[in-house]
């Protein structure tokens, strides 16, 4: 997800209070949860928002401090043959992931196996450097703030795809460098991202999988992983369906092959990895809800204190300024929408790929958060989201405020 521009963000806002002016007034009973009148006014506006982006099938996650969270599940999460969006669906949440990535890494750090400011050369066993600014470390904060100099706009996308291409020969080619000093500007990269996961791979020698997994997957009890072939059972993978106008939903990930073919008990190779962190987070609305938690609870999920708070302060602060950091515009893989919401800023990531949209922001000064996850919907933009996504987002939060 880009930063917002000015002119983005005003636009936003007018957006936002549109949807917000066209709820009725809610009520939410003594148990914290919307009265049944209210959750039905959410569900139809809901409902409303995805049939008009022709939506295969959607979950609405609300988290609230002090309340149970609440989940809204529309259409399927698979066509063929068709089966139903519930709490139990597993979604693909593309670049939601670098954000994750940001809190298993902080983690690392925490325990002295990472340092957000070392040249990651160290940790990869090779020397990375910009072929424009042979001078410059790079570092871990720069690959989190995307301002490494790293691109997508080289070969990543066409040689970086190819089976046996490894992290070293793509970082080793000059064209997937930008021209700017490493740490100097903003340049969102999904290989930066995935280089990332490689480093924190290579230091801990493990897939990134069970890192997740130590840190969220197992305190939390909850589903969340990198590799679908980790989800069980494999039938509530939903599958990704591109929506285009009037034409049917058309497949593009399925997830019961994929996971077929998913290798869980090999060796860890963390040079052949660098797909993993980018986009490949997958988790039900349990997930996302215990993910919204951490993320605007300062660490802490349900009494269990997972990252100190000092860590997920640092994830959400500006980066601007901070070491070898000259503008970012964000924080480690948090992106922020200042003021697009009456009374605070949100700040989280979107995920799109595949035809599917998946939103995770949250008010870390009230502890809330919205979470949307799809099975596809029409990719319309409303910069620099998704339209279907920040509609959802926005009336998810309006919910939130009764």
Same mark, same amino acid.
């Given at each position: 997800?880009? +930063?917002?521009?000015?002119?983005?963000? *005003? /636009?936003? !806002?007018?957006?936002?209070?549109?949807? =917000?002016?066209?709820?009725?007034?809610?009520?939410?009973?003594?148990?914290?949860?919307?009265?049944?009148?209210?959750?039905? /006014?959410?569900?139809?506006?809901?409902?409303?928002?995805?049939?008009?982006?022709?939506?295969?099938?959607?979950?609405? &996650?609300?988290?609230?401090?002090?309340?149970?969270?609440?989940?809204?599940?529309?259409?399927?999460? =698979?066509?063929?043959?068709?089966?139903?969006?519930?709490?139990?669906?597993?979604?693909?949440?593309?670049?939601?992931?670098?954000?994750?990535?940001?809190?298993?890494?902080?983690?690392?750090?925490?325990?002295?196996?990472?340092?957000?400011?070392?040249?990651?050369?160290?940790?990869?066993?090779? @020397?990375?450097?910009?072929?424009?600014?042979?001078?410059?470390?790079?570092?871990?904060?720069?690959?989190?703030?995307?301002?490494?100099?790293?691109?997508?706009?080289?070969?990543?996308?066409?040689?970086?795809?190819?089976?046996?291409?490894?992290?070293?020969?793509?970082?080793?080619? @000059?064209?997937?460098?930008?021209?700017? !000093?490493?740490?100097?500007?903003?340049?969102?990269?999904?290989?930066? /991202?995935?280089?990332?996961?490689?480093?924190?791979?290579?230091?801990?020698?493990?897939?990134?999988?069970?890192?997740?997994?130590?840190?969220?997957?197992?305190?939390?009890? &909850? =589903?969340?992983?990198?590799?679908?072939?980790?989800?069980? @059972?494999?039938? #509530?993978?939903?599958?990704?369906?591109?929506?285009?106008?009037?034409?049917? @939903?058309?497949?593009?990930?399925?997830?019961?092959?994929?996971?077929? *073919?998913?290798?869980?008990?090999?060796?860890?190779?963390?040079?052949?990895?660098?797909? &993993?962190?980018?986009?490949?987070?997958?988790?039900?609305?349990?997930?996302?809800?215990?993910?919204? !938690?951490?993320?605007?609870?300062?660490?802490?999920?349900?009494?269990?204190?997972?990252?100190?708070?000092?860590?997920?302060?640092?994830?959400?602060?500006?980066?601007?300024?901070?070491?070898?950091?000259?503008?970012?515009?964000?924080?480690? +893989?948090?992106?922020?929408?200042? #003021?697009?919401?009456?009374?605070?800023?949100?700040?989280?990531?979107?995920?799109?790929?595949?035809?599917?949209?998946?939103?995770?922001?949250?008010?870390?000064?009230?502890?809330?958060?919205?979470?949307?996850?799809?099975?596809?919907?029409?990719?319309?933009?409303?910069?620099?989201?998704? !339209?279907?996504?920040?509609?959802?987002?926005?009336?998810?939060?309006?919910?939130?405020?009764?």
């Amino acid at each position: 997800m880009k +930063n917002a521009s000015p002119a983005e963000l *005003a /636009a936003l !806002r007018v957006r936002a209070a549109s949807i =917000r002016g066209a709820l009725p007034p809610l009520t939410r009973g003594d148990d914290g949860r919307l009265t049944p009148k209210s959750l039905q /006014a959410v569900q139809e506006m809901a409902g409303r928002i995805l049939r008009r982006e022709r939506a295969v099938g959607a979950s609405l &996650v609300l988290v609230r401090q002090d309340s149970p969270d609440e989940t809204i599940c529309s259409g399927f999460a =698979r066509l063929s043959p068709r089966i139903p969006v519930t709490e139990r669906t597993c979604f693909r949440t593309a670049s939601v992931s670098k954000l994750v990535m940001s809190l298993v890494i902080m983690h690392l750090v925490e325990i002295g196996w990472l340092n957000l400011d070392e040249d990651i050369s160290d940790a990869l066993g090779y @020397p990375v450097r910009s072929p424009h600014a042979p001078d410059v470390p790079v570092t871990l904060r720069m690959l989190l703030t995307h301002t490494s100099g790293i691109r997508d706009e080289g070969n990543y996308g066409t040689r970086g795809m190819e089976k046996g291409c490894t992290l070293g020969e793509l970082l080793r080619d @000059p064209q997937n460098w930008t021209t700017n !000093r490493p740490g100097e500007s903003f340049h969102y990269s999904n290989l930066g /991202a995935g280089a990332a996961g490689v480093v924190a791979e290579c230091t801990a020698d493990t897939r990134f999988d069970y890192l997740l997994q130590n840190l969220i997957g197992i305190p939390l009890d &909850v =589903r969340a992983s990198y590799n679908p072939g980790f989800i069980d @059972p494999s039938e #509530d993978l939903a599958d990704g369906y591109s929506v285009r106008g009037i034409l049917p @939903p058309r497949l593009r990930y399925d997830a019961a092959k994929i996971s077929a *073919a998913s290798d869980t008990s090999g060796p860890v190779r963390p040079q052949e990895d660098y797909l &993993v962190t980018a986009g490949r987070l997958i988790t039900d609305s349990p997930g996302m809800a215990a993910l919204i !938690r951490l993320l605007v609870s300062g660490g802490e999920v349900n009494g269990q204190r997972l990252l100190k708070k000092e860590s997920i302060d640092e994830i959400l602060a500006l980066q601007d300024g901070r070491p070898g950091i000259a503008h970012a515009g964000r924080g480690l +893989n948090a992106a922020f929408l200042p #003021d697009v919401f009456p009374g605070f800023s949100a700040v989280g990531h979107q995920g799109v790929a595949y035809g599917m949209c998946a939103e995770l922001f949250g008010d870390p000064a009230r502890g809330c958060g919205v979470g949307v996850m799809t099975s596809g919907v029409r990719l319309v933009r409303c910069p620099p989201l998704m !339209r279907a996504g920040f509609d959802l987002l926005a009336l998810g939060f309006a919910a939130l405020d009764t």
